[in-house]
């Protein structure tokens, strides 16, 4: 498993979903747990998107990378010392720019559990969760669906909120089955669009895999989700099969999937209202100069 990026750990996941985590991959960790520099969230307070600016931690001087050192070691075959950041608490705070009173304050926690076995030494797993954060998680998406009121139906508006509610209080499963029904709408939506064209193969269509289906849909989908089979390997699952870390963990990136489909319908529809306000201009030019 990859360990998500400092962003999506800051802003996508829920509370709760620990990522395991080990030898080099504890540099993107540190990324995380040392996070700097500026970011673009939606602000509770503004009520709009905004860029907030890292408060940064002090970073020790041992948990910066040494890509030179790395480099040297690997030609001489030494094996490279990792990091070792303590099990602790660890938080990330930043200023929205428009306003320094407005904050984003996320906690991280670093934990290990030692695996009884008879090797020397014991096996030792490290994991890192969030653990808190203000905004909550509902506050911060439920505020940011609504930008989606126009694109989506009302029954899959509620059913987006309420999959976040549940995600926010760590109902894994729960959370993912309303994105997999918004999903699953959505792809079904450009399914109903793409067989009016007279070359649409319904039958191969009705045997394939989620996977296969949206590759088929491609011409109609963003193309994100084409290139990205794997967020689609839970969607086959019954729901039976499902755990609530698995659902968590996936939570994020079918949120994501969800959210592109409905940023370019956004975005199409803010064309077509210009295009609209535009021949407005263009025929009252017109009657204007005539006149
Ligand atoms: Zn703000």
Request: some cysteine.
């Given at each position: ?23 080099e ?23 709009r ?35 070792l950041?303590?099990?602790?608490v ?32 014991p ?13 909550s ?22 059913e ?26 959505l ?78 319908r ?26």
């Amino acid at each position: 498993m990859t360990i998500p990026k400092p962003l999506e750990f800051l802003l996508g996941l829920p509370l709760y979903a620990p990522v395991a985590y080990e030898g080099e991959q504890v540099w993107d960790v540190l990324e995380v747990l040392y996070f700097s520099g500026t970011y673009d969230s939606f602000c509770v307070k503004c009520k709009r998107e905004s860029t907030f600016k890292v408060s940064a931690p002090h970073r020790p001087d041992e948990y910066k990378r040494n890509y030179v050192r790395e480099k040297w070691e690997r030609q001489h075959g030494v094996d490279s010392e990792h990091p070792l950041p303590p099990s602790a608490v660890y938080s990330v705070g930043a200023n929205c720019t428009r306003h320094e009173s407005h904050r984003q304050d996320f906690l991280f926690f670093i934990d290990y559990q030692i695996i009884p076995s008879d090797s020397d030494p014991p096996i030792v797993k490290w994991s890192i969760q969030k653990i808190g954060q203000q905004p909550s998680y509902g506050d911060l998406h439920l505020l940011q669906v609504k930008k989606y009121t126009h694109v989506l139906s009302k029954a899959q508006l509620g059913e987006l909120t309420r999959a976040i509610g549940l995600a926010s209080h760590d109902v894994g499963v729960g959370a993912y089955v309303y994105l997999r029904r918004i999903f699953e709408n959505l792809v079904e939506e450009a399914h109903v669009v793409a067989k009016e064209a007279s070359s649409w193969d319904e039958d191969s269509y009705s045997r394939c895999r989620m996977g296969e289906k949206i590759s088929m849909l491609k011409a109609h989908l963003p193309t994100f989700l084409v290139e990205h089979p794997g967020m689609y390997s839970l969607l086959s699952k019954g729901i039976h099969e499902l755990s609530e870390d698995e659902c968590l963990k996936h939570f994020a990136t079918l949120r994501l999937g969800i959210e592109l489909i409905l940023d370019e319908r956004l975005e199409a529809r803010e064309r077509a209202n210009k295009i609209a306000a535009a021949k407005a201009a263009i025929q009252k030019a017109v009657g204007d100069a005539g006149a």
